[in-house]
């Protein structure tokens, strides 16, 4: 390798890189058990957020359990 010549390593195996908007999961955290509406890049959904996770966030709706990743969430409203 010469003086300005780039140097790249490259692992043996593939990594996993997640971004996590900790005040989005805070946030999501905080309202755990209400009625929301999801708004996400395919469409709206409506229903009880069961639990969040720093990359997704399980909803049930009409007897269907749904789990949302984090990064395609819009935005999110309270309904009640």
Same mark, same amino acid.
Do not use: C, K
């Given at each position: ?10 692992? @043996? @195996? ?27 890049? #395919? ?6 957020? #069961? ?11 009409? #007897?269907?359990?749904?789990?949302? #990743? ?11």
């Amino acid at each position: 390798m010469t003086m300005n010549q780039p140097h790249y390593s490259y692992p @043996s @195996s593939p990594q996993l890189v997640a971004l996590v908007d900790p005040y989005v999961y805070q946030t999501l955290q905080s309202i755990v058990g209400r009625e929301v509406v999801v708004e996400t890049a #395919r469409g709206s959904v409506q229903g009880m957020l #069961r639990e969040a996770r720093p990359d997704h966030i399980i909803l049930s709706s009409n #007897r269907t359990t749904l789990f949302i #990743r984090i990064q395609q969430i819009v935005w999110i409203r309270l309904t009640n």
